[in-house]
């Protein structure tokens, strides 16, 4: 792992000011201070809030035409926030019971809205397709590739609304209206058009901030002003479906921030719509009585637990890569792989081996691929290469999914290494680590970190600042976790003890350090409290023996 230190601490340096300026973020700007949500959303595209406009004056037309509105979504944590933001506007706020929502199950509709999903929903309503009733779909967080599906909906007389944040193609669906931008989420548009259909509810801004977060969307501009609003939320009101997905993790935390949502709560609301469908997850989003919550809220973690052993198991079947002669992109596919946790697995695989990895269940005929990528390779892009091999194909820059026929994908593996070859540059594949400063173990204190808090909320765009110390001496080091994966620390240097741990270390890291090592390490500051106490933790990142 290359470590890119971008600066180094000499006396008297304000270590804030240093990070700020190595991000080119200027001190005198509204990164400190994002703006209001109301002031931010006055800089998002005018195509935008004329979409919007168009979409209230579809909405309020046929709720005074009395027709039924059905909300599509997806099954991951931004479709169904998206879904529940949308459908509480309507439901709860302006008490439109002819409201209906539809989340797809992966494995019997497949990804996004489908034809076998525009059944389902049709039938979940009470209707056919060709039924002389027409209704108004509104799809949240998918829709904008999917022009043969609302042709079909559209040549039977029915009403489409399309907000979607994914890539789109040159040619656009035929729907009624687009609410469509690639810098927000799936439920940042549906929290758009709730407030302009005159939401209130300040819990449907909580969800957006972790739809936010959980899709990896640049923390800068409108995302960073809806994240600061809503862990604000989460932090005085939350959601009781959040609050108590928390309690039963076992995360007692002083303070919700973007790791409780990108590795806590985003990871058990996925949960299900991998290993069966999103229904439990949407209902604990709409469900207001704590008991309930609380029921659902166990149900998740327990299949949360399911989904992180399918992980380690299909990870093991991946694993066995030839790692003297690797690809520029790794494709692995398997009659044995869960359809749900496909993308889990290729993640796992991006980060070992540091390229983009393509992993495909396989089933009746035909393979479900899920992508994930590396900084610098637009996978998508790369993946529209071969656009005449896929039933169906989309995605993002850094992640992407797939339907291909099986015996298809021995082309697609020869054609993508091929490709991969010529158009990655070697140094794209370089596993490297962006340090913003050198600093000695001794300036690491409650002081520094209560003023890094002044640099929240971190996340894509906006990373926690990483810090880097030379020769620290370890004291006691062990091993902990289910599986022993994680390693616990003691260093001491300079009269202090500073405790770290290290996830998900690798047993080469742990053989080689022992008591008395002195080592380099690159880590972040965590606050732990305990028994009224406040303890700065450093949690490890990467670390290297002297």
Not at 148 to 155: A, P, Q, T
Request: proline share 4%.
């Amino acid at each position: 792992m290359k470590w890119n230190i971008r600066s180094e601490y000499t006396e008297g340096d304000d270590v804030i000011a240093s990070i700020l300026k190595i991000r080119g973020i200027s001190a005198e700007g509204d990164f400190l201070n994002p703006p209001h949500l109301s002031e931010a959303f006055k800089l998002l595209p005018q195509e935008l809030k004329e979409g919007l406009h168009k979409a209230v004056i579809l909405v309020e037309q046929c709720i005074k035409e009395k027709r039924k509105i059905l909300i599509h979504g997806d099954y991951d944590s931004d479709g169904i926030c998206a879904t529940s933001i949308l459908y509480n506007a309507l439901h709860k706020e302006k008490k439109y019971e002819n409201t209906f929502h539809f989340i797809p199950n992966r494995f019997d509709h497949g990804y996004g809205l489908s034809e076998k999903s525009i059944l389902a929903f049709f039938e979940k309503a009470g209707l056919t397709l060709n039924s002389d009733e027409k209704i108004l779909v509104i799809t949240v967080d998918c829709g904008i590739t999917a022009i043969d599906e609302i042709k079909l909906l559209k040549d039977h007389g029915h009403s489409v609304i399309i907000t979607d944040h994914h890539q789109k193609s040159e040619i656009l669906p035929a729907a009624d209206v687009i609410v469509w931008y690639d810098k927000i989420v799936g439920a940042s548009l549906s929290l758009l058009l709730a407030k302009a259909l005159g939401s209130k509810d300040p819990h449907m801004i909580a969800l957006a901030s972790l739809a936010t977060v959980t899709d990896l969307q640049p923390l800068l501009g409108f995302n960073r002003s809806l994240v600061k609003r809503g862990l604000e939320i989460l932090n005085t009101d939350p959601p009781v479906g959040i609050k108590k997905l928390l309690q039963v993790a076992g995360k007692n935390v002083s303070e919700i921030t973007t790791y409780e949502l990108g590795w806590i709560i985003g990871p058990r609301l996925n949960s299900s719509g991998r290993i069966l469908d999103a229904s439990s997850s949407l209902n604990l989003l709409l469900e207001e009585d704590e008991k309930k919550a609380e029921a659902l809220a166990v149900e998740l973690n327990s299949i949360n637990v399911q989904r992180q052993d399918k992980t380690v198991e299909m990870y093991d079947l991946a694993a066995g890569i030839d790692e003297k002669n690797l690809p520029k992109i790794i494709l692995s596919s398997h009659a044995d792989y869960h359809e749900g946790i496909i993308g889990l697995v290729a993640a796992r695989l991006t980060q070992k081996y540091f390229r983009p990895a393509i992993v495909i269940s396989l089933s009746d005929g035909y393979g479900k691929g899920s992508v994930r990528s590396v900084p610098g390779v637009d996978i998508i892009s790369f993946l529209r290469n071969f656009d005449e091999m896929f039933e169906s194909l989309g995605g993002h820059p850094m992640a992407a999914g797939f339907t291909i026929k099986k015996e298809l994908i021995p082309e697609l593996k020869e054609k993508a290494e091929k490709l991969a070859e010529t158009s990655i540059p070697d140094e794209l594949l370089v596993p490297s680590m962006n340090v913003d400063i050198k600093i000695p173990i001794d300036m690491v204190s409650l002081e520094l970190l209560n003023r890094l808090d002044t640099l929240k909320p971190f996340g894509l765009g906006n990373e926690e600042p990483v810090f880097m110390s030379e020769m620290v001496g370890i004291t006691d080091m062990s091993k902990v976790g289910r599986d022993a994966q994680h390693l616990l620390f003691k260093f001491y240097e300079s009269g202090k003890y500073h405790k770290g741990i290290f996830f998900n270390a690798s047993d080469k890291e742990a053989a080689n350090l022992k008591f008395g090592d002195k080592a380099d390490i690159v880590y972040t500051l965590k606050k732990n409290e305990y028994n009224g106490n406040t303890f700065v933790d450093l949690f490890i990142k990467d670390i290297r023996k002297n």
